[in-house]
């Protein structure tokens, strides 16, 4: 008989009860069918005994004897016991040992047998000695070896229960539960992917049988890998597809502008619209004048002006009677984004506000009365006492740290409106399909003429003259220079060069410069105030924090110093190098790294060396830290994928997007598929009500 995905607690299992349910609760298992889903890390084959006289030191082994010695020795110290044993199999001898385990002498009863598997030394005596193998007794009733004699699983686990009895645990459950399990995706689906059983998946990825390739197991590509993965993934995809049907049902706002906001602030722009620009732009406009939500992702490599893009849509939503907000992920970049705005929206006659974790009560009264018609701000936007009185478009600087959660909250502050997500860095594909696969998409994929690819170079801390040379021609030549530390002052807890000393220490190599420094403990007009005198060139030196990663533009600035560049990510040093070329001058980016660094800083900075294309180097990003890491900690709302991965399992993802989708095209509230419904509402863990469409 087919069951469903047991979700009962896992304190009611045979063997666990409540203490090591907290053990098992700090692995991430709750339920029955948490623990299903909570795949070995590793296996190892034990499927081939070997005859004692054929194990060698130092190599590993699973051997079967008889048992002909046993013994508890106590040591001379007294500090610690020794559980000895000793197994023969006509070929040889072998000893075991177990320390501080003297209840172990009732399981190893002489004259029985014996299978161990382990890592093989040497005694310094005759026989060859294997230290705390696993054990299995054979038994003539034995049905099945669960830690010998076949490829064994090996878990995560945490300290107070050891992989022996964690292992004989998921056996019992696996046993019990996986069998019979009932296949939620529709059958079609199942046999147009060539996919096995749920319920056989499940099994063989916990304990295999014959058969089935190691390789494959350990690199999570199997056929039962594949399944599992293939589930993930269109569970994740359904609910993406019923979000973006259900922004289409949505009555949203048809803007009607006239443009003249937009020709007035084109009109004092220094610079030309790019055709790629032009392009997204007429894709915003007509998803606008649309009577539907829009909801579209901005795309496009670091300097290609996304955010001029979106200041123009805005205009256009408040020209035709409604308000507009920009959302960004930290204080530092809100603020830096309405120092960047709020000039050119004042001299429109508009108001702007910025609205953080710390502002004043007053500016939530303007956005409530509608006398603020822009409001730029972090999270705050989405809390519970901020009003609007008429939002019609909101901006999301999305950066990787928004989630799909944050945006349908943004959305219910006004009457359904149009939502534009900005990304400060490409994204992979396969990213794109996951976090925005509700979404429409526009790429920005051309840079304003002119532009110039920078120049990258690698720096060793001691080539320090060498790097004063290069930034000394570039400002006696009239251009300006960024020097961008990691940390704003010195602390005792690491040895990070940090902006404060490294201004003091600019300013005694080149007292003839002026110098400033800029870092976000600075307030909001203080940090205001040093941009400014940097555009208007009275600063030639800018020591900075990574606050200038995002939103800064000053073309005259050709050379970015990264001081200690072996410890920021991939994607900061793209977007700190971004900060340069924005002119029609050559440009360099000076990469200045302390040994010692290990071989994933090496990885970081042989990319930055070879390419400034921003989509190949979030690819390349992407494989070094992987998606969980890549996405970081605050992407709320997006379910945790435990068995797929994003990089590997592209060509699975594409699949299970394609399938999602034309489902809830032809079933779009899945009534058909009762149980498949069910289950992406636990997936999704209530989170969104994905098929109401009232």
């Known amino acids: 008989m087919d069951k469903a995905l047991p979700e009962h607690s896992i304190e009611s299992v045979k063997g666990i009860g409540p203490q090591r349910a907290k053990l098992f609760l700090r692995v991430g298992i709750r339920t029955v069918s948490d623990a299903l889903y909570y795949l070995p890390y590793r296996y190892e084959d034990r499927t081939e005994l070997k005859k004692i006289s054929e194990i060698r030191p130092d190599g590993t082994g699973t051997v079967q004897g008889k048992i002909v010695f046993a013994n508890d020795i106590r040591t001379r110290m007294r500090k610690f016991r020794i559980f000895e044993i000793a197994i023969h199999d006509g070929t040889g001898l072998l000893k075991a040992k177990w320390f501080n385990q003297p209840f172990l002498q009732k399981?190893?009863?002489?004259?029985?047998?014996?299978?161990?598997?382990?890592?093989?030394?040497?005694?310094?005596?005759?026989?060859?000695?294997?230290?705390?193998?696993?054990?299995?007794?054979?038994?003539?009733?034995?049905?099945?070896?669960?830690?010998?004699?076949?490829?064994?699983?090996?878990?995560?686990?945490?300290?107070?229960?050891?992989?022996?009895?964690?292992?004989?645990?998921?056996?019992?459950?696996?046993?019990?539960?996986?069998?019979?399990l009932s296949d939620f995706i529709p059958p079609f689906i199942i046999e147009r992917n060539h996919l096995p059983p749920l319920s056989m998946s499940i099994q063989q990825l916990h304990f295999p049988e014959g058969g089935i390739d190691l390789g494959a197991l350990n690199s999570g590509t199997s056929t039962y890998h594949r399944r599992l993965s293939f589930d993930e993934l269109f569970l994740f995809e359904l609910g993406l597809a019923a979000l973006k049907r259900r922004a289409r049902l949505d009555r949203g706002i048809a803007f009607r502008p006239e443009g003249n906001l937009r020709k007035a602030l084109l009109n004092v722009l220094p610079?030309?619209?790019?055709?790629?620009?032009?392009?997204?732009?007429?894709?915003?406009?007509?998803?606008?004048?649309?009577?539907?939500?829009?909801?579209?992702?901005?795309?496009?490599?670091?300097?290609?002006?996304?955010?001029?893009?979106?200041?123009?849509?805005?205009?256009?939503?408040?020209?035709?009677?409604?308000?507009?907000?920009?959302?960004a992920p930290t204080e530092i970049l809100a603020g830096q984004h309405y120092i960047n705005i709020h000039g050119l929206v004042k001299a429109l006659g508009l108001k702007a506000e910025l609205l953080t974790a710390g502002s004043k009560g007053g500016h939530r009264e303007g956005i409530a009365s509608g006398e603020t018609d822009m409001v730029i701000g972090t999270h705050a936007l989405i809390q519970e006492g901020v009003k609007f009185k008429k939002l019609g478009l909101a901006v999301v600087d999305e950066q990787h740290k928004f989630g799909v959660i944050q945006r349908v909250l943004l959305r219910k502050k006004g009457l359904t409106p149009d939502v534009l997500v900005m990304t400060a860095t490409p994204i992979p594909r396969s990213l794109a399909l996951t976090l925005y696969g509700d979404m429409d998409s526009s790429v920005i994929d051309e840079l304003p003429p002119g532009r110039k690819p920078v120049v990258t170079k690698l720096f060793e801390a001691d080539r320090k003259e060498d790097i004063y040379v290069l930034l000394r021609q570039e400002i006696d030549n009239g251009r300006q220079a960024y020097v961008v530390y990691p940390a704003i002052e010195e602390s005792e807890k690491t040895d990070l060069k940090n902006a404060v000393q490294g201004k003091e220490g600019f300013e005694k190599v080149f007292p003839e410069y002026r110098i400033g420094l800029l870092h976000g403990r600075m307030s909001t007009g203080e940090r205001e105030k040093v941009m400014l005198s940097f555009r208007q060139g009275e600063i030639d030196i800018l020591v900075s924090t990574t606050v200038i990663e995002v939103g800064v533009d000053v073309p005259n600035a050709t050379i970015m110093l990264v001081v200690h560049a072996e410890r920021f990510g991939l994607a900061q040093l793209h977007q700190l190098r971004g900060r340069v070329g924005r002119g029609a001058d050559r440009s360099l980016c000076i990469l200045v790294a302390y040994k010692p660094y290990g071989e994933e800083a090496r990885r970081r900075l042989d990319i930055m060396l070879r390419s400034n294309d921003g989509f190949r180097i979030a690819e390349e990003d992407l494989a070094i830290r992987g998606p969980g890491e890549f996405l970081g900690t605050r992407q709320a709302g997006i379910p945790d994928l435990k068995v797929a991965n994003i990089v590997r399992d592209m060509k699975i993802l594409e699949k299970a997007k394609a399938e999602a989708f034309g489902l809830t095209e032809a079933s779009p509230e899945l009534g058909e598929f009762p149980s498949l419904k069910k289950t992406v509402e636990v997936f999704w863990k209530g989170k969104i009500d994905f098929f109401k469409t009232g």
């Open 107 to 180: 399981n190893f009863p002489l004259g029985k047998e014996v299978i161990l598997s382990g890592i093989v030394k040497n005694s310094g005596q005759a026989a060859l000695e294997m230290d705390s193998p696993e054990y299995e007794l054979v038994s003539d009733d034995t049905d099945s070896f669960i830690h010998t004699k076949r490829i064994v699983p090996v878990y995560r686990i945490t300290e107070g229960i050891s992989q022996k009895q964690f292992r004989k645990i998921m056996f019992g459950m696996v046993t019990e539960h996986a069998s019979g």
């Open 271 to 327: 610079f030309a619209l790019t055709d790629a620009q032009k392009s997204t732009l007429a894709e915003i406009r007509k998803d606008m004048r649309s009577p539907y939500p829009m909801n579209r992702l901005i795309q496009g490599d670091v300097g290609c002006g996304k955010t001029v893009v979106a200041l123009l849509a805005m205009l256009d939503a408040i020209e035709s009677g409604y308000q507009a907000a920009l959302m």
